[in-house]
């Protein structure tokens, strides 16, 4: 308890040692008493004290009878309602769910991100009204823009409107949208004979979300890859070009490579936001047709106010989505430890 | 990147950017011109005119400026703290709080439901508040900490030379030094509390004037039987002000917003 460093009383700074570098790790021994622990605790008592009395919470219910609700008597359980989760095959579903639409979304984010930060770092006219244009998505919430896209993927909406323009699509008497001949020989050679151009079907219905989504968030991915973009050595492209390198090549060859850091970023940014994914599929599609495109969210959103609440089973859920949750968390902290280095606090110099 | 050296590869290029953001333009195009149809800009009229229109902007302004308020400050006191004060086994808050740095809201969902119908605070601004500054602050903390630790001790211990206590080197040395980060944490939190749809429609309700601008469009599902047309132009009421900001403000929102997805 002796307190070896003389920190006058009203201020907890350390006393300086004359030559000091980096941030707050602990020097010196501990002061009994902590004066700056006033600065953290409001803080920590919010979101910590909020979070984790949430999460104990939901463990107690997760072990109570699956179809626990409010007021009712709360027995323990046990892990009955976790196997009910491990056997039930919509929990399965919407994690394949999940996983296909973080892949999809993933992978069209980095390649469109990659182009659209390459051409508006060209010269090109208008620039500002397209990067406007590709990032205004971002900005507007989910669930305002939910109707539109409805209304975009309707039978008669403008996406069908386009495909029948372009000669893919004939309307029948009676306002039924089929395939015109080529395409639908095509889709049954390709084994996607079930594609029709009804959009919210149990076929079609999860693409429309990934689509969706991606529409709501290249704008992010664009912003990232554009602010790297800038922070490449002109001279490494400058001898690129030197050495005979076009456009593509380049692209391909020096400025790819340079944007490990920002990819990594991008994953993991996706697979929160495809654990989190609620808005979406709840407004666009309700999680269906036929939970054709049931993701976590919506399945235990479903689970507490469906046509009869679950709020055991709920918990469980929640528990598991949790535990998802956490492993990302957990990626995030060791690779931007790995990142950090040569990239210090990147996009966060503001 | 690309070399555009003739003004025939600019219009080239900038051909194929046009092509390539017509997907983007087709949401926007149809949001504006199913808002038009049928009686035209009369149903606008008909959703500005609806019982309690300004109510659903109201409800989100206070909900956002409480969450921006409270977060900041918080935010601001745990980076100093976390940063540049003694704390004992301060690493150990620390990744106690980073531990809920990707904490799904849907997860919350259930004890908060329960919790705040218990409590009496169902319905209240503070249901929707308290969450969502919650969820908020283990991430600004996170950035905002590592920008503070950037800033050179020096500063601090010359003002605690000239006498300042720590209350005075959190106003005079930390608060307008983090300023840029500031910017970076309001438009941040600013977009995911005016965004927010699920918590509250959850925990605020689906009664008449508790409803926040998200719920604006889809309010009239019910109300007029899933009339398109009133539903994409209180989508288009509903986005404005967003796009708005963002245009006005664009370089903040997309440096705030790029901020908040790397760390």
Redesign the interface.
Same mark, same amino acid.
């Given at each position: 308890m002796a307190a070896s460093v003389t %920190?006058s009383p009203?201020?907890?700074? =350390?006393r300086?040692a004359p030559v000091?570098s980096?941030?707050?790790?602990?020097?010196g021994r501990?002061?009994p008493t902590?004066?700056?622990?006033?600065?953290?605790l409001?803080?920590?008592v919010?979101?910590?004290?909020?979070?984790?009395?949430?999460?104990g919470?939901?463990g107690y219910?997760s072990l109570l009878p699956w179809d626990w609700r409010?007021r009712r008597p709360a027995t323990i359980e046990g892990l009955d309602s976790y196997v009910r989760a491990f056997d039930s095959p919509l929990f399965w579903t919407s994690l394949k769910h999940t996983l296909v639409f973080f892949i999809a979304a993933f992978v069209v984010q980095c390649i469109?991100g990659i182009?659209? %930060?390459?051409?508006?770092?060209?010269?090109?006219?208008?620039g500002?009204l397209?990067k406007?244009?590709?990032?205004?998505?971002?900005?507007?919430?989910? %669930?305002?823009?939910?109707?539109?896209?409805r209304?975009?993927f309707a039978v008669d909406?403008?996406?069908n409107w386009?495909l029948q323009h372009l000669g893919m699509i004939q309307v029948s008497g009676t306002g039924n949208r089929d395939w015109t001949g080529w395409i639908s020989w095509l889709l049954t050679h390709i084994g996607m004979g079930n594609v029709t151009p009804n959009w919210i079907q149990p076929s079609t219905s999860l693409w429309v979300i990934i689509a969706v989504q991606i529409?709501s968030s290249?704008g992010?991915a664009f912003?990232?890859f554009y602010?790297a973009?800038g922070q490449i050595d002109p001279e490494v492209?400058e001898a690129a070009?030197i050495d005979g390198a076009g456009?593509i090549r380049?692209?391909v060859s020096v400025?790819v490579p340079h944007m490990k850091p920002?990819i990594v970023?991008?994953a993991i940014?996706n697979a929160?936001t495809a654990?989190?994914l609620?808005?979406f599929p709840?407004?666009v599609t309700a999680g269906g047709p036929a939970h054709s495109s049931e993701f976590?969210?919506t399945y235990?959103?479903a689970q507490?106010?469906g046509v009869s609440s679950h709020?055991g089973y709920?918990?469980t859920l929640?528990i598991l989505?949790?535990i998802l %949750?956490?492993g990302?968390?957990i990626m995030?902290?060791v690779s931007?430890r790995e990142v950090k280095p040569g990239h210090k606090?990147?996009? =966060?110099?503001? | 990147m690309f070399e555009t050296r003739t003004r025939l590869a600019r219009v080239g290029l900038t051909a194929l950017l046009a092509v390539m953001v017509i997907p983007f333009a087709v949401p926007l195009f149809t949001m504006v011109q199913g808002s038009l149809q049928g009686r035209g800009w009369a149903n606008y009229r008909t959703v500005i005119e609806l019982e309690g229109f300004w109510l659903y902007f109201r409800n989100s302004i206070v909900i956002s400026l409480a969450t921006i308020t409270i977060v900041y400050f918080l935010t601001m006191a745990a980076s100093f703290g976390f940063s540049k004060l003694r704390i004992r086994s301060k690493e150990l808050y620390f990744w106690l709080m980073m531990g809920a740095l990707t904490m799904p809201e849907v997860v919350l969902l259930t004890p908060l439901v329960i919790t705040a119908s218990k409590t009496g605070m169902a319905g209240t601004f503070w249901a929707v508040i308290i969450p969502l500054v919650a969820l908020q602050i283990p991430f600004t903390t996170l950035l905002t900490r590592s920008y503070v630790d950037g800033i050179p001790d020096a500063l601090f211990e010359a003002a605690r030379i000239d006498g300042a206590g720590s209350w005075r080197q959190f106003w005079y040395v930390l608060v307008p030094l983090a300023k840029p980060m500031a910017v970076a944490i309001v438009v941040l939190v600013l977009i995911n509390s005016w965004n927010s749809y699920l918590l509250p429609l959850v925990l605020l309700g689906q009664a008449h004037g508790h409803m926040v601008v998200t719920q604006l469009p889809n309010s009239f599902k019910t109300q007029y039987t899933d009339d398109q047309t009133k539903i994409l132009a209180g989508a288009v009421l509903a986005a404005l002000p967003e796009i708005i900001a963002y245009i006005s403000l664009q370089r903040h929102f997309e440096r705030g917003m790029a901020a908040g997805a790397i760390k």
């Open positions: %920190a009203n201020s907890p700074l =350390v300086p000091k980096g941030g707050g790790a602990s020097r501990h002061h902590s004066p700056g622990l006033g600065w953290i409001p803080g920590f919010v979101a910590v004290g909020l979070i984790y009395f949430c999460i919470y939901l219910i409010p469109m182009i659209f %930060a390459a051409i508006l770092h060209s010269k090109v006219y208008a500002t397209f406007v244009l590709i990032f205004v998505p971002v900005v507007i919430a989910p %669930a305002i823009m939910s109707p539109v896209h209304r975009v909406g403008p996406i386009i529409w290249i992010m912003i990232l602010a973009m492209l070009r456009g380049m692209l400025v920002t970023a991008l940014l929160i654990l989190k609620f808005d709840y407004l976590l969210g235990i959103y507490l106010f709020y709920a918990a929640s989505l949790l %949750a956490l990302v968390s995030m902290s931007t606090a990147k996009g =966060v110099r503001v | -």
